[in-house]
T-cell receptor, first 114, second 115 residues
């Protein structure tokens, strides 16, 4: 079945450090891929998405490239800020799932220190 | 910005009591999802609806949980009777269902504590 695997957290970085959060997936067909972010006490918010192989999603300085050959969608940011501290979820949606059902990874907590 | 609205934001009650959580999806969205989030299990999909009809509720304990959409502006998740292991944050999300690349929009959740 479809699944998403993320690197375990927590990830602790200093401000302005480079961030990578690894995400790999298993899916039948041609999934769309998403990164969601959850700030403390809030729901999940869409951060970026990519709908086909080699697409690059980007938003707020974050980027992720849909790599079909390695079944990966790693999240990167060149210089993190304290305000980026949150939990990040990788997710996929497969065209064979009715209604856009999402399969989520387990989440990776990021803590950025001043 | 349009938002998914969930009520109540917090609920504390004793085991055995009925709990009802409500969700107002974004106007025009015709898919609605209920998730449960705990430290141990992460995000679990409990049930989802398209055009108010349940598509999948296999993630939901059938003996005590029920999910309905009485109309297009209201989704409910009920637990009866509640148990301490139901303590979690429950999220509702809605989406436009125009294809697999359409993102879901989440509410801020109901934080439920069963004593």
């Amino acid at each position: 079945g479809n699944s998403v695997t993320q690197m375990e957290g927590p990830v602790t970085l200093s401000e302005e450090a480079f961030l990578t959060i690894n995400c790999t997936y298993t899916a039948t067909g041609y999934p769309s891929l998403f990164w969601y972010v959850q700030y403390p006490g809030e729901g999940l918010q869409l951060l970026l998405k990519a709908t086909k192989a080699d697409d690059k999603g980007s938003n707020k300085g974050f980027e992720a490239t849909y790599r079909k050959e390695t079944t990966s969608f790693h999240l990167e940011k060149g210089s993190v800020q304290v305000s980026d501290s949150a939990v990040y979820f990788c997710a996929l949606s497969d065209r064979w799932n009715q209604g856009g059902k999402l399969i989520f990874g387990q989440g990776t907590e990021l803590s950025v220190k001043p | 910005d349009a938002r998914v609205t969930q009520t109540p934001r917090h609920k504390v009650t004793e085991m055995g009591q009925e709990v009802t959580m409500r969700c107002q999806p974004i106007l025009g969205h015709n898919t609605v999802f209920w998730y449960r989030q705990t430290m141990m299990q992460g995000l679990e999909l409990l049930a989802y609806f398209r055009n108010r009809a349940p598509l999948d509720d296999s993630g939901m304990p059938k003996d005590r949980f029920s999910a309905e959409m009485p109309d297009a502006t209201l989704a409910t998740l009920k637990i009866q009777p509640s148990e301490p292991r139901d303590s979690a944050v429950y999220f509702c999300a809605s989406g436009p269902d125009r294809g697999q690349d359409q993102p879901q929009h989440f509410g801020d959740g109901t934080r439920l504590s069963i004593l």
